[in-house]
């Protein structure tokens, strides 16, 4: 990038006054969020910072094997983190792990089949990141959709068993409910783009000095990427949870 | 020859033993009712007849087999059960008459669906009002004809008139009436309404903290 943009080390310094405006205006108006301000402040700091180290080490890995075990690790917690949204539905961990590694492969496959991304640690690790943390946002709000219909809409999933109807008959309009609700947040977010929001990556790509009609494209890459990965994850996390809540006789669980 | 036959049979829910020991037989054909005070077990007694829960001891045996024999759908769909809380689903009455036919990959049988409609002297401009705008009696009636688009073998009824005024719950037990005596329908009826538990029925189970406490023959 010929016009990249470094900040420097007084520019952020100087920037952290911004964080000093938070601290007046919360003492002045007695909020008592001080210290909290301050720890946030330097949390952020600190953990971007060995982020920022931890980053260029990884990329310093050449080998396609360690991406891929990284890849692996990210999907492995941001299973572990997914699965905490659906206790109480069988087999989680294994449903969120599946859901996220289908959803995030196919999406990184194509992505580096197109000639978007190179399959190396320097694009797959960011990319991917981004890529497996939207699958799991997207089935931790499908986990607790279906746990609360399971609840609140049991009665019509027992009558329509009554009526003669599978386990999947039954629980269709609760599914069809769970996968909207992942995906929808997505699809929200890709409507407004632009109009409303600018987002993080295409503005930081700008700032770094990438033209804005480069910086889009990256950013309709990430669109496209996140609405599929999303609206995978939500449906085979969705049709591999939902026979969880009932037992081999096909009986609701309580 | 017994149709359903109860083998002592209990059902466990966690701590609590709800059913103890039922041994009884239903004849194909027959119209009970069942009574007994609120938590004694009459609803769960219906529960397990329609195979939504599993006996924890004893055997069931439906027409010479044993309950687990038979693949779920299969068996629900020989015994309907309607349950207390008249409760439709999706949106319109259509959603609730369309469902019975589309899980058995079938065409709707307007021919059908008129006669039960006619049955419970509603009209076919039902199907296209939303749930809402129904009243109480309107559908607990949409969720017996639901119950009976397939005329199951046997009908399990969950105090489907409590909440019902006078008029609704006369027009559905002469519903229940007709089907027994046209249809040869077996019938189960769960009921707190002591007059009712006696009208058009051959016998009467009363069933007391999870037992059977008495078998009455009208």
Same mark, same amino acid.
């Given at each position: ?5 470094? *900040? ?27 210290? +909290? *301000? *301050? ?9 971007? @910072? *060995? ?40 087999n989680v ?20 089949l ?26 931790g ?13 049991h ?6 068993l ?10 269709? +309009?609760?599914?069809? +409910? ?9 699809? +929200? ?6 109009? @409303? ?22 950013q ?35 | ?7 002592h ?12 020991d039922?041994?009884?037989?239903i ?14 077990? =009459? ?13 924890t ?9 044993k ?34 036919y ?13 006669? !039960? ?9 039902? !199907?296209? =009002?939303?749930?809402?705008?129904? /009243? ?10 639901? /119950? ?15 909440? !019902? ?5 006369l027009?559905?037990?002469?519903? !229940? ?30 069933i ?11």
């Open positions: 990038m010929e016009n990249f943009h470094a *900040i420097s080390f007084e520019n952020l310094l100087l920037a952290s006054s911004l964080v000093l405006i938070t601290l007046l205006f919360s003492y002045r108006q007695h909020l008592h969020l001080e210290k +909290d *301000i *301050i720890i946030s402040a330097l949390r952020a700091t600190v953990q971007l @910072v *060995i982020m920022g180290y931890i980053l260029n080490y990884l990329f310093s890995f050449k080998h396609p094997l360690f991406t891929l075990g990284v890849l692996l690790v990210m999907m492995g917690n941001a299973s572990y983190n997914a699965a905490k949204r659906g206790r109480g539905i069988k961990q294994a449903i969120s792990f599946v859901a996220i590694a289908v959803g995030a492969t196919i999406t990184l496959s194509i992505l580096v197109s000639g978007i991304l190179q399959f190396n640690a320097y694009q797959m690790i960011p990319v991917g990141g981004m890529v497996i943390s939207g699958g799991m946002i997207a089935i709000l499908c986990y607790r959709q279906m746990l609360n219909s399971f609840q609140s809409r009665q019509e999933v027992e009558i329509k009554a009526l003669g109807a599978t386990v999947k008959e039954a629980s269709m +309009d609760i599914l069809r +409910d769970a996968i909207k609700t992942g995906i929808q947040p997505t699809i +929200d977010s890709a409507k407004t783009l632009g109009i @409303v929001s600018l987002p993080g990556m295409m503005t930081g790509l700008i700032l770094a000095g990438l033209p804005p009609v480069e910086a889009i494209k990256y309709i890459m990430v669109t496209f990427m996140s609405l599929a990965t999303t609206s995978m994850a939500s449906f085979i996390a969705c049709y591999l949870a939902y026979k969880g809540f009932f037992n081999e006789r096909q009986q609701l669980e309580k | 020859m017994a149709y359903l036959e109860f083998d049979v209990s059902f466990v829910d966690g701590p609590i033993k709800v059913l103890h039922i041994s009884l037989t004849d194909k054909g027959e119209f009970i009712s069942i009574v007994g005070p609120s938590g004694s077990g =009459k609803s769960t007694f219906l529960k397990l007849c329609s195979d939504l829960i599993s006996h001891e004893g055997t069931i045996m439906f027409d010479g087999k309950i687990e024999d038979y693949e779920p759908c299969e068996y629900r769909g020989r015994v309907g059960y309607c349950f207390q809380e008249a409760y439709l689903f999706g949106e319109t009455v259509e959603d609730n008459i369309k469902f019975p589309i899980i058995k990959n079938k065409d709707i049988d307007m021919e059908r669906v008129t006669k !039960l409609f006619d049955l419970f002297h509603m009209s076919l401009e039902y !199907l296209h =009002k939303k749930n809402t705008a129904l /009243s109480g009696g309107e559908k607990q009636r949409i969720c017996l004809i639901r /119950s009976l688009l397939f005329e199951p073998e046997v009908l399990l009824v969950d105090e489907v008139t409590s909440a !019902l005024d006078q008029e609704n719950t027009l559905v037990e002469s519903v !229940l009436e007709h089907l027994h005596k046209q249809h040869g329908m077996t019938i189960l009826m769960v009921t707190h309404n002591e007059e009712q538990s006696r009208r058009h029925v051959n016998r009467r189970i009363t007391e903290s999870g037992h059977v406490a008495k078998w009455e023959e009208f």
